[in-house]
């Protein structure tokens, strides 16, 4: 059973940081590629960022580059956004999901496992 777990998300005024982190249990980190998404109300949900585990295949959505970072912690089972720069735009609900598939994928269709999300607002 994979399970996975979002945190860090919080009010922010613009411009301002913050770090999300996505734990797993299970085995989340069995799959090869893990992903955050954002969904903002009335909105589709969108990829933000993607990394196949044990490479250093990452992909971002042309709207974070260079403000966001994913990175991973293995031996933690953890899986990091850092967000700097934040935008109004930002806001929305984060979303870590779990892929088998073999690339660093960002469309939502291709994950399988998903977490419950952790809100940001950015004001």
């Known amino acids: 059973h994979v399970q996975l777990v979002e945190s860090g998300g919080g009010s922010v005024q613009a411009g301002g940081s913050l770090r999300l982190s996505c734990t797993s249990s299970?085995?989340?980190?069995?799959?090869?590629?893990i992903g955050w998404f954002r969904q903002a109300p009335g909105k589709e949900r969108e990829g933000v960022a993607a990394?196949?585990?044990?490479?250093?295949?990452?992909a971002y959505d042309d709207s974070v580059k260079g403000r966001f970072t994913i990175s991973q912690d293995n031996a933690k089972s953890t899986l990091y956004l850092q967000m700097n720069s934040l935008k109004p735009e930002d806001t929305a609900m984060y979303y870590c999901?779990?892929?088998?598939?073999?690339?660093?994928?960002?469309?939502?269709?291709?994950?399988?496992?998903w977490g419950q999300g952790t809100q940001v607002t950015v004001s």
């Open positions: 299970g085995d989340a980190f069995n799959n090869n590629c």
């Open positions: 990394i196949l585990l044990g490479s250093s295949s990452i």
């Open positions: 999901a779990a892929s088998p598939i073999g690339y660093a994928a960002t469309r939502p269709s291709e994950y399988s496992y």
